[in-house]
């Protein structure tokens, strides 16, 4: 059974660009979350998707949008890149609203 | 807002000893509180899933035990091994169901 997958692992991108990362919940799971994780730092909550809509959102500028499809797979969108955008990006998924968490390995950022 | 804090930040131990780490929120209605595991660079790896109704979860050398009233939880590691060497992260659930993670702690264990 796999458990939630992310692409790509790895990314680097210039200021100003725009990256789209994606995400496949494990069987099973209907509600998808998206966290940050800078260098030292715990995850930061970004937004949490469920039924294609945004239910939850943390404290994260309108730059970043998302997006849940009807197999409840993932993107998320991050436009106009700023250097401190620079992070693990780690997805999350869950069965229902009080089921423990399903993290993937998370996609590496680095915006230059 | 929740804040949670985990201490020690960092811990360096010899194989084979028995370890806690604390952890510590500030909202104490929380419907479950999650231990996760990761290592560098890597995603997380949950531990122990404890629900609000509970008081303790064990899986192996592990035991996670969970006072909501004084907002604490606390995970017992027994005879460390150098495969343990990770950042541990609590990580409670409010009423948005949307966990709250501390910095963690970063655990060495040394042969």
């Known amino acids: 059974d796999a458990g939630v997958t992310q692409s790509p692992t790895h990314l680097i991108k210039t200021r100003g660009q725009q990256v789209t990362l994606r995400c496949s919940p494990k069987s099973g799971h209907d509600t998808v979350s998206w966290y940050q994780q800078a260098l030292g730092q715990g995850p930061q909550f970004i937004f949490q998707y469920y039924e294609e809509e945004e239910r939850q959102r943390g404290n994260f500028p309108d730059r970043f949008s998302g997006h849940q499809f009807p197999n409840y797979s993932s993107e998320l969108n991050v436009n106009a890149l700023l250097l401190g955008d620079s992070a693990l990006y780690l997805c999350?998924?869950?069965?229902?609203?009080?089921?423990?968490?399903?993290f993937g390995s998370g996609t590496r950022l680095t915006v230059v | 807002k929740q804040e949670v804090t985990q201490i020690p930040a960092a811990l360096s131990v010899p194989e084979g000893e028995n370890l806690v780490l604390n952890c510590s929120f500030t909202?104490?209605?929380?419907?479950?509180l999650q231990w996760f595991r990761q290592d560098p660079g890597k995603g997380l790896t949950s531990l122990l899933l404890i629900q609000s109704s509970q008081r303790e979860q064990t899986s192996g050398r592990l035991n996670a035990s969970l006072d909501k009233s004084s907002g604490r939880s606390t995970l017992y590691i027994a005879a460390s091994q150098p495969g343990d060497s990770a950042t541990y992260l609590c990580a409670p659930s409010g009423g948005s169901y949307i966990p709250t993670f501390g910095r963690g702690t970063s655990l060495i264990v040394h042969p």
């Open positions: 909202d104490s209605a929380i419907y479950n």
């Open positions: 999350a998924s869950s069965p229902v609203a009080r089921g423990g968490y399903t």
